[in-house]
């Protein structure tokens, strides 16, 4: 017959799965946006490996000379663009305050207008 430290231990084990399995991110979207500059950078060289719901990351650059609310968008190192200037106040603030935000592809389109070439969404987690 099993200890009573076991069975305890086994309850919070499948109790500790069931919580797992139950808790779900909710994360609510921030903004949806072109992505800025990118006929400057790598996106016409890695457009062939990007794929909608790629992970993109957000570096701000402060010491930027043309925007001091700046935010470079990654992909995977590669500088790909920005975050429109037009849009990205609110984004930066909350990168400036430490909030984790999270970008994601979620459009590619092959367009002669390199703002309408792929769209990204920022979200962040509740």
């Known amino acids: 017959m099993p200890s009573r430290r ?3 231990g086994l309850l919070l084990l499948v109790s500790g799965i069931g919580l797992l399995q139950a808790q779900e991110r ?3 979207l921030v903004q949806s946006s072109p992505l800025a500059g990118s006929q ?3 996106l016409t060289t890695l457009r062939p490996q990007l794929q909608v719901g790629d992970r993109l ?3 701000r650059e402060r010491d930027n000379p043309h925007d001091p609310l700046a935010i470079r968008v990654e ?3 590669h500088k790909l663009g920005y975050v429109p ?3 990205n106040r609110a984004v ?3 990168l400036d305050r430490g909030e984790v935000l999270e970008a994601r592809i979620s459009r590619l389109k092959a367009d002669p207008n390199p703002w ?3 769209e990204f969404e920022i979200l962040m987690e509740l």
Do not use: S
Request: no cysteine.
């Open 92 to 94: 930066a603030e909350a």
């Open 40 to 42: 400057f950078h790598a």
């Open 26 to 28: 909710i994360r609510i």
């Open 116 to 118: 309408k070439r792929l």
């Open 57 to 59: 990351d957000l570096v």
């Open 85 to 87: 200037r037009k849009e």
């Open 6 to 8: 076991i069975e305890l």
């Open 75 to 77: 992909w995977q190192g």
